[in-house]
């Protein structure tokens, strides 16, 4: 069992940045692939990027592409994700989501995760 905990979720201006962070506790390693996904109200949840167990390869939607950057820390069994130049419709709840599956690339969609985090709100701002 793998449990994750997200943090650092707030309410930024549009244009500005937020990191958030997700704590991996359990049966972790850097063999598990780490994905980062948001639901904005009224939408169903979208993958927003992901990382392999080595962080060799992130994978990221377009609309994040550039702003946005996934790393990780494996000796602390933490996830990031860095958020530049936020806007409007970066708003929503952002869950980090993990699976012990090899992959060549993270997977986007959320029933290739076995595990979630309870989601941290961020909210952008006009």
């Known amino acids: 069992q793998v449990q994750l905990v997200e943090s650092g979720g707030g309410l930024v201006q549009a244009g500005g940045s937020l990191s958030l962070s997700c704590a991996a506790s359990?049966?972790?390693?850097?063999?598990?692939?780490m994905g980062w996904f948001r639901q904005a109200p009224g939408k169903e949840r979208e993958f927003v990027g992901g990382?392999?167990?080595?962080?060799?390869?992130?994978r990221y939607t377009d609309s994040v592409k550039g702003r946005f950057t996934i790393s990780r820390d494996n000796a602390k069994n933490t996830v990031y994700l860095q958020m530049n130049s936020l806007k409007l419709e970066d708003t929503g709840v952002y869950y980090c989501?993990?699976?012990?599956?090899?992959?060549?690339?993270?997977?986007?969609?959320?029933?290739?995760?076995?595990?979630w985090g309870q989601g941290t709100q961020v909210t952008v701002s006009s």
């Open positions: 989501a993990a699976d012990s599956s090899w992959v060549v690339a993270p997977p986007t969609r959320g029933i290739d995760y076995a595990y």
């Open positions: 990382i392999t167990g080595s962080g060799g390869t992130t």
């Open positions: 359990g049966r972790t390693g850097s063999r598990y692939t």
